[in-house]
């Protein structure tokens, strides 16, 4: 495992949920521009998505796929690029304070540069995405 955060938001698991499958809080991650969709209405396994980033002054595609989904339970995202293997496992539970989400993200390299660069990709992505449950927290309660 490469990282994991958790944190619990003061809103129902529905909302929480909704919000991070559509990826509605992109808005509070400056280092994510834009998240394309197809559809946003009927996800489900299989389907991709378009993420773009702002990764050192230029804009950078990436293709992600939903693994699974469990309805206020689980979102699994993954995406295969450059010999660089990520999964995003979100869980989510219903607490008496709201919501709690745990975010796992996975790595696995392929590649001799690759595994030699891993300690550094890993710390460039959990700089990125480290606060990301801190980013899906900002946009509800803004939107609350």
Do not use: C
């Amino acid at each position: 495992m490469s990282f994991s955060r958790e944190i619990v938001i003061q809103a129902p698991v529905d909302d929480v949920y909704q919000v991070v499958t559509k990826y509605e809080y992109i808005s509070e991650a400056s280092h994510i521009v834009d998240v394309s969709i197809d559809h946003v209405d009927d996800l489900a396994a299989g389907d991709q998505l378009i993420e773009t980033r702002q990764v050192r002054g230029r804009k950078v595609d990436s293709t992600w796929t939903i693994d699974e989904m469990k309805e206020n339970q689980l979102f699994v995202v993954s995406s295969d690029q450059n010999q660089l293997h990520l999964t995003y496992i979100y869980t989510f539970s219903e607490v008496e304070e709201g919501t709690h989400i745990r975010l796992d993200v996975m790595m696995k390299t392929k590649g001799l540069r690759n595994k030699l660069m891993k300690p550094f990709i890993k710390k460039i992505i959990e700089g990125e995405d480290g606060e990301q449950l801190q980013y899906i927290k900002n946009y509800i309660e803004k939107s609350s």
